[in-house]
């Protein structure tokens, strides 16, 4: 796979990424337009390779010891994200699905409250180094659950790698921290 670094290749993928997503209405609540990138995986895989190495380009050096990816959708960049980096990878789940000991946040998103973000209590090692990997970062609810669960390990966040940004006024300033780099591909 060709490296991303020409400007021009780089405003293709995002192009190209635009085309792919899908606004789907009063999804998963009315009043609600879901930003669907589904069409990346499920029907174009050159594309979603070239948002993957997209997404993890910037974290390559120095690169994370672990990759903290989101559920549900972020764990399919998460995975190979994690594999391009060589580095660890944690899942972030739901409150109630990680057997064992867990950390666990609350959090809100733009369309649903009451919400926990949990990983495994031994996952995450103090002072290491955290990239954290989602699909869509909109109004950085669960992004913002991650970040606290790598606060509360006692690790450092490096980065935020997304394949879209949804803009939503205040979700950058929301995530703002020292020396954390909020990487997305695209911006709707």
Request: proline fraction near 6%.
């Amino acid at each position: 796979m060709a490296d991303l670094c020409s400007t021009r290749t780089t405003e293709d993928l995002r192009r190209a990424v635009k085309a792919a997503v899908r606004v789907v209405p009063d999804f998963p609540s009315p009043g609600v337009n879901f930003r669907d990138i589904s069409a990346t995986w499920e029907q174009q895989p050159q594309l979603f390779r070239m948002l993957v190495d997209e997404i993890a380009r910037p974290f390559r050096e120095p690169r994370p010891d672990v990759v903290l990816s989101i559920e549900a959708l972020g764990h399919l960049f998460g995975a190979p994200i994690a594999y391009l980096l060589q580095c660890r990878l944690v899942l972030a789940r739901p409150a109630g699905k990680s057997a064992g000991s867990t950390l666990c946040v609350p959090y809100a998103m733009s369309y649903s409250t009451n919400k926990h973000l949990e990983i495994h209590t031994d996952s995450i090692q103090p002072n290491e180094r955290v990239l954290v990997v989602d699909d869509v970062l909109a109004s950085g609810g669960s992004v913002a659950a991650a970040l606290a669960l790598i606060e509360r390990a006692g690790a450092h966040c490096v980065g935020v790698g997304c394949a879209v940004e949804v803009i939503y006024p205040g979700t950058r300033s929301r995530l703002k921290r020292e020396n954390i780099l909020v990487h997305t591909v695209v911006q709707i």
